[in-house]
Each structure stands twice: as C-alpha cells, then as structure tokens.
C-alpha cells in the first residue's frame, strides 16, 4: 500500500486563488519531503526540499512566495500555490525519504492535478 | 549538464523477453542509485534501489546492476509483462545533497504481447 499519501488528487481552482496540497508520510516520520512538478512529456522537476522545522530550500527559478511550503510536523508537508494562474496548471508530486534501518529510499505521492481557470 | 542520462527515449520488447534499461551518470560522488516506474497521471512507484558500494541488487523479476567504473547502471526486468508498460526513470542521490535525487529523462518501455 502507499507509503506516502497525497491530497487532493485533483482540483481545480479560479485564477488569482490560492490552493493546498498536502502530503502525508503514513508509517515513517520524514525530516525531508521534496515536491516536483512535472509537464507535460518532460521529467520531474525538483521544486524544492522541505525539511521539517526549517524554511524549505527552493531550486532556482522557483518563487517561494508563489509556492509557499510548510512542513510543520514529521508526517505532513503542504504546498500552497498562491495567486494561481493557469500557467500553473500542472501534475505536482511530494516525496518523502524514509530513513528507518539503513535505507534512504523514497518514496512518492500519487500526484495532484491542478488545473487553474 | 545533465548528470543522470537515459539515452534511449523508448524501448518495445516481447511479452516474456528481457527488459534491459540503461542509465548513465556523470557524477562518481553519486552513492545510492533507485529505479521508479511511472504511469501517465501517477506518482512514480519506487521499483528497487542499489547503494555505490554494491555491483548488483535484485528483487524479485527486478535486477539492478552497478557499474562504477563505467558510470552505468542497468535495471533487468524478467521476463517482461504486459503490466511492465510504463516509463521507466533512473534516478541517483548524494547523501551530502540531503540524498536530493537527480533524474533521468525517463525511458518508455512498450511489451509487446
């Protein structure tokens, strides 16, 4: 079963809303969540690394007053997309690093589709 | 610079032939190296990893195979399904990049019944 959960799978939002996406670690603490966003036909695009208790880590490009990310406890990170346009219609996938034993596997979400209007 | 390379885009194999799909990497500081496999609309599905310490991991019909000298991995599917159609990502980590994967393009593998 999934290790790591996401919600919503899909939502669709007015232009110049802002929208939550949350991510859960079911039966591991994760200190480190990522979020990608992926377009259409291309790979994953890492977004950022949220790290439990600390500001998140942006990759270059990304706004982090437009995707603000807040990982307030070991299971939970969300993604809020502020002010969303439909440019930011997108497929966006969290993944956590379970770090229990000596693995650092990890594992993803099922994805969110957002879909601004 | 892409790090993490999958040259081929796609690959189309017999029901219940081999798989066989490649990865290369530039970076020799990488240390643990996953596989993921992606359906269209999902989260990728993590398939089997293999630590730089190792030459080969296997599990189950999945077989991953190191090679550090040449900076390449394989992953071996056996014998390949129909269920296996999906796009195949190699992906490889640095613990001191708080293991932040790098990805691959992806490669799509097509079984053929």
């Known amino acids: 079963g999934a290790v790591v959960s996401q919600h919503p799978s899909r939502v669709i939002c007015k232009s110049g809303t802002s929208v939550k996406i949350e991510c859960r670690s079911l039966?591991?603490?994760?200190?480190?969540m990522f979020w990608y966003r992926q377009f259409p036909k291309q790979s994953l695009m890492l977004m950022a690394t949220s790290n439990e208790g600390s500001k998140a880590t942006y990759e270059q490009g990304v706004e982090k007053d437009k995707f603000l990310i807040n990982h307030a406890s070991l299971t939970l990170s969300t993604l809020t997309v502020t002010s969303a346009h439909p440019e930011d219609s997108s497929f966006y996938i969290c993944s956590a690093r379970d770090t229990r034993g000596s693995g650092n596997t990890i594992y993803f979400g099922e994805g969110s589709w957002l879909t601004v209007v | 610079d892409q790090q993490v390379k999958q040259n081929s885009p796609s690959l189309s194999v017999q029901e219940g032939r081999i798989s066989i799909l490649n990865c290369d990497y530039t970076?020799?500081?990488?240390?643990?190296f996953l596989w993921y496999k992606k359906y269209p609309a999902e989260g990728p599905t993590f398939l089997i990893s293999?630590?730089?310490i190792k030459d080969k991991n296997e599990d189950g019909r999945f077989t991953v195979f190191l090679n550090k000298s040449a900076k390449h991995l394989s992953l071996h599917i056996v014998p390949s399904q129909p269920g296996d159609s999906a796009v195949y990502f190699c992906a490889a980590s640095l613990m001191d990049s708080n293991y932040q994967l790098i990805w691959g393009a992806g490669t799509k593998l097509i079984i053929k019944p």
């Open positions: 970076n020799s500081m990488f240390d643990y």
């Open positions: 293999i630590s730089s």
């Open positions: 039966d591991f603490q994760a200190t480190t």
